[in-house]
């Protein structure tokens, strides 16, 4: 793709979605952090469910150690590896009180060091919470940059050091959302929705004008 068409890739996609966001549902950057971390291998929508009733008990990193793996299993059952979970927002809410003072650190080599949080999620903290323009590259967004030909790669981290280099910057803020977004309503895996993508001219996807025709109801 070339960067004329990159930019107006862009371009589109924010017309599109001018005021995009997480649909994660938190309140401080240590709520953001647990949901990101929750929402592995899960739906946001299910981990809103379940920290809609989690939070308003225990959104600390205190309260949660005083809560314990146990009864926080409790709350988060309905998602899936739930007891990984527990432990891993149990153990990083420790750290969290010992090194940080209970705050959520502001540097990826930081946040990286607690448990459960790699570097997805400390690139999706750093760009909800914090506004860096990271680029957090989930299984929407690594199908989107290598499907369109906007930012291909082997791997996640090739595609994020990819989108580094290629994203123009008054894009570079929102570009993680756009690409979420637009991969989990318009760009789907098995059936993307061609007919009403923004961005369809600026995409490479071979197999476009397959998906071009709307399906009838």
């Known amino acids: 793709m070339t960067p004329a068409k990159r930019h107006a890739f862009f371009a589109k996609l924010a017309k599109a979605m001018p005021d995009p966001k ?3 549902e938190y309140s401080t950057p240590f709520e953001l952090l647990v949901a990101v971390i929750l929402s592995a291998q899960a739906t946001d929508k299910g981990v809103n469910l379940a920290t ?14 005083d809560m314990g793996e ?11 590896l739930f007891r990984m979970k527990a432990k891993n927002v149990v153990a990083m809410s420790k750290l969290l009180l010992e090194k940080h003072g209970g705050k959520v650190p502001k540097t990826r080599d930081e946040l990286t060091e607690l448990p459960g ?3 997805k999620t400390a690139n999706v903290v750093l760009n909800v919470a914090f506004g860096e323009p ?6 929407h967004i690594f199908r989107v940059c290598n499907r369109t030909g906007l930012a291909p790669g082997k791997d996640p981290l090739a595609v994020e050091l990819q989108l580094e280099k290629v994203v123009p910057d008054e894009f570079r803020l929102n570009a993680h959302h756009y690409l979420i977004l637009h991969g989990r309503y318009t760009c789907l895996a098995r059936k993307p929705l061609c007919y009403k993508c923004p961005v369809y001219d600026e ?7 397959k998906y071009r025709v709307q399906p009838e109801s």
Do not use: W, Y
């Not at 146990?70 to 899936?80: A, R, V």
């Open 22 to 24: 997480s649909e994660l």
């Open 52 to 65: 809609r009733k989690l939070f308003p008990i225990a959104n600390t990193p205190k309260q949660l150690v």
């Open 70 to 80: 146990e009864k926080l299993m409790e709350h988060i059952k309905t998602i899936g």
């Open 117 to 119: 949080v790699g570097r």
């Open 134 to 139: 990271t680029m957090a590259v989930d299984t």
């Open 203 to 209: 995409c490479g996807f071979p197999d476009k004008k």
